[in-house]
């Protein structure tokens, strides 16, 4: 990631940290494919704003969910020492490392039990 952004990318970036919803410890965004679109964002450049939350030092535990093009979300979570997310991503068939993982295509079911785990092991 460049520590250097041009103005278009800061203010796309401070709409897309605006939408960050906290409770407790977790704190997530959620992306719709119509956020997206008025962002002006490809889902990767919106995910690439994952590390920024991570800068807030209430969270121990943080996300952001993108729905796909065909309704499912794609979601990458980030954690602290201490706080393991790759096992709750590998139940759900993604993976990754202990602090920095990611999950694939889950349905909005899916994605609902996802984020509870994910706030429960950060408000544990």
Same mark, same amino acid.
């Given at each position: 990631i460049s520590l250097h952004k041009d103005i278009d990318s800061f203010k796309k970036?401070? @709409?897309? =940290?605006?939408? =960050? @919803?906290?409770? /407790?410890k977790f704190g997530y965004i959620i992306l719709k494919q119509k956020d997206l679109e008025e962002i002006g964002v490809t889902q990767m450049q919106a995910k690439n704003n994952i590390d920024e939350i991570g800068r807030i030092k209430d969270l121990l535990v943080w996300s952001i969910a993108i729905e796909t093009k065909d309704g499912t979300y794609d979601c990458s979570a980030r954690s602290k020492n /201490?706080?393991?997310v790759?096992?709750?991503c590998a139940s759900y068939g993604g993976g990754g490392h202990v602090n920095a993982a990611a999950v694939k295509n889950l349905s909005e079911t899916d994605f609902k039990k996802f984020y509870k785990e994910l706030e429960d092991l950060a408000n544990a």
């Open positions: 970036s401070s @709409q897309i =940290l605006s939408k =960050l @919803q906290v409770i /407790g /201490g706080y393991t790759n096992s709750i």
